[in-house]
């Protein structure tokens, strides 16, 4: 044996043992031999094999069952599947194979894992999408198959340095694009982060960097105001008698640098880099729910609560199985600090989602079915009756996906869950698709409104019927839930109103047409005629990119714009990068938003501002106030980012306007 062999066989020996580590540390059954059986296996199949890294190949199995044990929480099936995960994909062995030593079980999962082992995005959109709907059909069939392939993608995420640049830029696009979305809906709140985080790295590289050397440079101030802000806490729990843990939680560079761009603000103006959790462990004889409640009125005792930060997601817990008591509250200085109160059991589901969520259900299938469970059943039902058109499906199951929950209720007081941004037509179709196909609108909260009425968290709804109602092609751009598109698509179709060979982009997006305008960017391509994309409004100034679309238009679009980020991965070749000429001759259309204190000339004094200071071209208006807060929508022609900028600032000035932001 060479020095290099035997320092190899050392290094996989040591990650071995810590597996086991890992996994003795489990309330799992302990088939340790059956785990160092998949191990060998998998060892022996990819000998002589290495990573772009140089490492031995075995070294990623390794890892990605570590991921699978210590961060998901899963047992003996899953830490030997994920051990053997490429073995089928990059060996000679087969399945058969695998299933003569491991059983028929294990052998499946890495059957699922093999199907879905090429990226999400193929060549060609309708690869993409049925590589995408393999993705789903497995994940009914057993979960393990996508919570391993998140955490093969988390490690190839976490050594992603050692690829080319190309792959990484492709292989980033895509963790943002499907799988930190889809971690965030099976509840892995931990790792959702990492994949973002780390896709951002690679697609940010600049800008990564900037925010992390400056969150490094206060990390110290805010653990010290960590210390201070928990000593009482501490205290107080200790006299209750708890067992407990308090940990400062500093925001991600990712959710640092959303915040900014949500905001306009710079990094030193995000308030909330810090937040303080809760984590204990109950006590026998009182409910958890209520022990919580007490910590929160021992907390609130200490320091003031924010009256409307209150989140309460115990009584009715998030989709995705998430549990918690989340308040505001002022600290020593004068700064607000949010604190997340859970109990030990909460905590885990949290962390690990669905592996601890199943661990601690109970109860008889069907009549204890969570949210999540409804979920999964939903993307099982809505399998089986595929749409004719896999793209279409790949698109509206992609917006359910990212979309997060409002609680809306029925004239009976049930509680159903909608994705945000739902209207009155999809709650309708979520009930029956008779009431669907009849709906002409609601009494929401007692008062009339349309079918395209987005609902809000709390809206009590009761849907409005009419027999001679029918679905049309308006409809489509008035629902937004996958099962509401494929009911109104299928009626249309038996109509023979929507044929197969409609563009989709026109289906989605009735706007589109033409907004066609000479924009001056430049480029070595002078002839070249850009359009501005209508989904995300790019403006002079903006980091933006170019793709050439399916009809040869040559589409402009914010860096940052979440169809941007889809086209990347589907048409990274079509890619052009592009910049503004800084003539500014043109004005463009830029929607904004402000909110704030509704006092007497505070509108007079804004509009003064924009159309006598600035000079700016209002297009349309729109002010609404209530309970002495108002909020305002306005349509402006402006000249570019900077202007924008300036007139931001000068609207910051007055003082009753608390939050400005830019609308796409
Ligand atoms: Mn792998």
């Not at 079980?105 to 082992?117: C, E, H, N, Q, R």
């Not at 306009?264 to 909330?272: A, L, Q, R």
């Not at 984590?279 to 924010?306: G, N, V």
Request: proline share 3%; with cysteine; net charge negative.
């Amino acid at each position: 044996m060479t020095e290099e062999f035997k320092n190899d066989d050392l290094l996989v020996e040591q990650e071995f043992s810590r597996l086991l580590d890992d996994y003795s540390k489990t309330s799992h059954r302990q088939k340790v031999e059956l785990i160092t059986h998949a191990f060998h296996f998998a060892k022996e199949a990819h000998a002589g094999i290495r990573r772009r890294s140089g490492e031995p190949y075995i070294m990623h199995p390794l890892a990605v069952a570590r991921i699978v044990v210590k961060e998901i929480g899963l047992g003996s099936t899953s830490i030997c599947a994920a051990l053997l995960h490429d073995v089928v994909e990059d060996t000679d062995y087969t399945v058969e194979d695998i299933e003569q030593h491991f059983g028929h079980k294990i052998a499946s999962i890495v059957d699922g894992l093999t199907k879905i082992s090429g990226g999400v995005f193929g060549q060609q959109a309708s690869m993409q999408a049925e590589n995408f709907r393999k993705l789903l059909l497995t994940m009914s069939e057993d979960v393990r198959v996508v919570l391993i392939k998140i955490a093969d993608r988390l490690h190839n995420m976490r050594t992603l340095q050692a690829q080319p640049i190309e792959k990484q830029y492709k292989i980033a696009g895509e963790t943002q694009y499907i799988y930190a979305p889809l971690a965030h809906r099976l509840g892995l709140f931990p790792i959702k982060t990492e994949l973002e985080d780390l896709s951002f790295k690679y697609e940010h590289p600049d800008t990564y960097k900037q925010i992390s050397d400056k969150l490094e440079k206060v990390r110290g101030d805010y653990m010290h105001i960590f210390e201070q802000f928990s000593a009482p806490i501490r205290e107080k729990l200790e006299l209750l008698g708890y067992t407990f843990e308090l940990h400062a939680r500093i925001k991600s560079v990712y959710s640092i640098w959303k915040k900014m761009k949500a905001k306009h603000v710079p990094f030193e103006e995000v308030y909330d880099l810090l937040a303080v959790r809760i984590i204990f462990d109950p006590k026998m004889d009182i409910s958890e729910k209520d022990q919580c409640w007490m910590l929160y009125s021992a907390l609130t005792e200490m320091y003031k609560p924010h009256p409307e930060r209150i989140r309460d997601w115990i009584s009715t817990p998030k989709a995705n199985g998430y549990e918690a008591l989340h308040v505001t509250v002022m600290g020593q200085e004068g700064q607000w600090i949010e604190v997340q109160i859970r109990t030990r059991r909460m905590h885990e589901i949290a962390e690990k989602g669905l592996a601890a969520h199943w661990r601690y259900k109970t109860g008889i299938d069907g009549e204890d079915e969570t949210e999540l469970d409804k979920w999964i059943r939903t993307i099982r039902e809505t399998l089986q009756n595929p749409s004719p058109n896999a793209i279409d499906f790949l698109d509206t199951f992609k917006l359910n996906l990212f979309a997060e929950e409002v609680f809306v209720f029925t004239p009976q007081g049930e509680i159903k869950t909608m994705p945000q941004g739902a209207t009155v037509l999809d709650f309708a179709y979520l009930l029956h698709s008779e009431l669907g196909e009849h709906c002409i609108g609601a009494k929401v909260n007692h008062r009339l409104q349309p079918m395209n009425y987005q609902l809000c968290g709390g809206d009590q709804v009761e849907i409005l019927t009419s027999y001679t109602q029918h679905p049309t092609l308006q409809w489509l751009e008035w629902v937004t839930t996958a099962k509401a598109q494929d009911k109104v698509k299928k009626y249309l179709r038996k109509q023979g109103v929507l044929s197969e060979s409609i563009a989709e982009e026109e289906v989605h997006e009735p706007n589109t047409i033409s907004k066609q305008k000479h924009i001056t960017l430049t480029d070595d391509n002078i002839n070249i005629i850009y359009h501005l994309s209508p989904c995300c409004h790019p403006i002079p100034g903006d980091e933006v990119l170019a793709f050439i679309d399916e009809t040869g238009k040559v589409m402009v679009h914010k860096v940052d714009c979440e169809k941007a980020k889809t086209q990347k991965t589907r048409r990274g070749k079509t890619l052009i990068s592009v910049d503004w000429d800084t003539a500014g001759a043109y004005t463009y259309e830029q929607t904004i938003r402000l909110e704030g204190i509704d006092k007497v000339g505070v509108v007079i004094q804004m509009l003064y501002s924009i159309t006598e200071s600035f000079h700016i071209n209002i297009t349309d208006i729109h002010f609404t106030a209530k309970d002495g807060l108002f909020t305002g929508t306005l349509q402006l022609q402006v000249h570019g980012i900077i202007e924008l900028s300036n007139l931001f600032k000068e609207l910051n000035k007055i003082k009753e306007i608390k939050n400005i932001e830019r609308v796409n």
